[in-house]
Every structure is written in C-alpha cells, then in structure tokens.
C-alpha cells in the first residue's frame, strides 16, 4: 500500500506541476511576454510545497514533471541541458528544505512554520533555484548576463511562489469560514 503512495504523490506532483507551467506559459503567451524568463513563474509555489509535504517524493515528482516539459515544450533539442534543468528544479528546493531545517529552527514536522518562516524559507529557495539554474544554463551556453538573469529568475521565483502560496491561504481561510457557517 505504501507503494501505491508513493507512486500517486510522485505522479500528482509531475501533473500539477506540468500543469502549473502550462497555465504559466499560456498566460504570458496570451499576454505576448516571454515566457522563457517569467517574471511570476507559478510552478515555483508548487516546488515550495511539495517538499515541504512530500520530501525526496515530491522532489522526485518535479524532476519527472520537469522532464516531461523539457523534452516536450522547453530544450526538447537539447536533452543533456532539459535533463540538468529537471533534476535542478527537483534537487533546489530540496536543498533548501535541507538547509532551513538545520539553520532554520524548522522541525522535520513541520512544527512551528508560521508565514514569516515560509517567507523565509521562499526567498532561501528562489535564491537557491536561481543560483542553481542559472549556473547551469550559462555552463551550457543558455546565458549571456548571469546576473541579470539570476535577478529575474529568482524575482520570477519569489512572485509566483508568494502568489500562489498565499492565494492558497486565502482559499483554505475561506473555507475555514464557511465551514463554521
């Protein structure tokens, strides 16, 4: 049974998060943006949230989701430089899962995430996936002002992380409400 978990937490967060990039590459094609630097990239909220709840599984399912988007719709000509993206957008909020929880006073449980410390532990991800993701492109050539780039990747991080973090705030505080009549 364990397995049948597993398996549905890894697929559900790959889908969510094909999804979650779909909707984000729709919304800025529809607005005739850029989509390859975003400057509000809604999957990064997912990211946060998947390995807070689901750890190395939820990483494992963003590496899966990142795959199918790579070879599907974003370096599809360049498997080595979508296969490096993918498992980077698994293995950055990981790491800073990793790190937060040893200098961030952040129990294994979760015990004591109050929004100031989710804040904190957003921007200690965006800085991450930036830095991670933008080292990796400019080793591959994807890059000509690294700087400039990791500034708009993390500002792209920080914004779709928060709005998507908080519109889920906001729709499970409404229905608390309701709930309670």
Not at 63 to 79: A, F, N, R, T
Not at 89 to 100: F, I
Request: hydrophobic fraction near 55%.
């Amino acid at each position: 049974m364990q397995i049948q978990k597993t398996i549905l937490v890894v697929l559900t967060t790959a889908l969510a998060y094909v999804a979650l990039f779909s909707i984000n590459s729709y919304a800025y094609n529809a607005l005739d943006m850029s989509a390859s630097e975003p400057w509000v990239f809604l999957p990064s909220g997912l990211r946060i949230l998947s390995i807070l709840l689901f750890v190395e599984w939820g990483s494992l399912g963003l590496v899966l989701g990142s795959i199918l988007m790579g070879w599907g719709q974003v370096y599809g000509e360049d498997p080595a430089l979508a296969l490096g993206v993918a498992v980077i957008s698994g293995l950055a909020p990981l790491v800073a899962r990793s790190l937060y929880m040893r200098y961030g006073a952040l129990d294994e449980n979760l015990e004591g995430l109050t929004a100031a410390c989710l804040l904190r532990l957003t921007l200690v991800f965006c800085a991450i996936s930036a830095l991670m993701q933008q080292a990796w492109l400019a080793y591959c050539g994807r890059t000509n002002d690294v700087l400039q780039s990791m500034g708009m990747h993390f500002t792209g991080e920080l914004l779709g992380a928060l709005l998507l973090l908080y519109t889920g705030k906001f729709v499970l505080d409404r229905l608390a409400q309701v709930d309670r009549g």
